[in-house]
């Protein structure tokens, strides 16, 4: 039985995009993908707020994730680490076979630009790793004032992660100044996994330059060279381009601004009913995700039972990632989610909830 998706990702994704993902194959060097490909990203720089470039990858993001790494860190690089993924990042830029250090804090805080600041006045580094809305603990980093650090050491690449960010509230990135933007497509865009999307600004294009072991898939200057004619280095997900397509059409015909209001009433629908019926909060409030909340464990209920009650009306709930799980569990309010989704879904759990007792 397939289940109605409440999770952090994948997201349920609507049959207008499943529609435009069985459009006739073209090939990726015809006329006709380059119109599509430059449709698109003309498309993604109004959601990005930026005049600069766009690149459209086949992979998850942490495919390119391991590219930025690989372009953009040429002497040390410094990871801000506040929950399972951003530990990962860590672990892929050292990987990689790059100088990194691990800046942790307490799963539950943010990243804060107190920490940013401290860090590269070290003067030790050259790059800089964030996730801006870490998915494993429900928190959002204050993007903006971090950005605002960044601006004093103008020879640090910043690159941040907007996987589970991007599209749900508004992440201009050339405002933010912001080198290196990735994000994937699964999560707050509702389409299916598999295509990645970053940015790369000239300051990142002329440290690609001059760093050794870019490789090739991800070599963010064959990425610069094909972009000038609409296209990619090596052959796209064709279909998944389709889709994009389609969504941002449906993303303008809602609009920016009603779709980033979206996300917040859903937000706080879900925040109300944690608050009522009892739980917590893993996150402080200025931090709390808009697109899921990670909330407290603190009436002990049994979530893996809830978990398999919910699997059995048809949703697919989250309870709690990696050393957190089941002191916590996710809801996740992004992508193409309406209120009548989240109101059936949290009126299934308080009867699941009611017959646990």
């Known amino acids: 039985m397939a289940k109605k998706l409440f999770i952090p990702g994948p997201v349920d994704v609507h049959p207008d995009i499943l529609q435009a993902m069985a459009s006739p194959m073209i090939g990726h060097r015809m006329p006709e993908y380059a119109a599509l490909h430059g449709r698109v990203t003309a498309g993604l720089k109004r959601v990005l707020a930026t005049d600069g470039r766009v690149f459209l990858a086949t992979s998850s993001a942490f495919g390119v994730m391991e590219g930025a790494v690989r372009n953009l860190v040429a002497k040390r690089c410094v990871n801000f680490c506040n929950g399972a993924f951003s530990d990962k990042w860590h672990d892929v830029t050292k990987r990689c076979g790059k100088e990194a250090d691990a800046v942790k804090v307490e799963w539950g805080k943010p990243i804060t630009p107190e920490i940013v600041d401290q860090a590269l006045a070290t003067g030790k580094y050259d790059a800089i790793t964030l996730i801006h809305n870490e998915t494993s603990t429900g928190v959002m980093s204050p993007l903006p004032e971090i950005a605002r650090v960044l601006r004093n050491y ?204």
Request: with cysteine; charged share 25%; hydrophobic share 40%.
């Open 154 to 357: 103008p020879d640090v690449v910043s690159i941040i992660d907007t996987v589970s960010s991007m599209s749900a509230l508004p992440v201009p990135v050339d405002e933010l100044g912001i080198d290196c933007c990735i994000f994937g497509v699964q999560k707050a865009f509702a389409l299916p996994p598999g295509l990645a999307v970053f940015t790369a600004s000239d300051k990142a294009l002329a440290r690609a330059r001059t760093v050794e072991g870019r490789g090739y898939y991800f070599d963010f200057l064959e990425f610069e060279a094909n972009d000038e004619k609409n296209n990619t280095p090596s052959t796209p997900c064709i279909s998944h381009i389709y889709a994009m397509d389609r969504q941002l059409e449906r993303f303008f015909a809602e609009g920016l601004e009603q779709r980033w209001a979206r996300h917040r009433q859903l937000a706080g629908m879900v925040r109300e009913w944690v608050t009522d019926r009892g739980f917590g909060f893993f996150a402080d409030e200025p931090y709390r995700s808009v697109t899921l909340t990670c909330a407290l464990n603190t009436r002990d209920t049994d979530l893996a039972r809830l978990k398999k009650m919910l699997g059995e009306r048809g949703y697919a709930f989250d309870d709690g990632y990696g050393k957190i799980k089941g002191k916590t569990f996710r809801i996740a309010h992004m992508g193409d989610m309406q209120r009548t989704d989240l109101e059936e879904f949290l009126a299934t759990a308080d009867e699941c909830l009611a017959e646990l007792g």
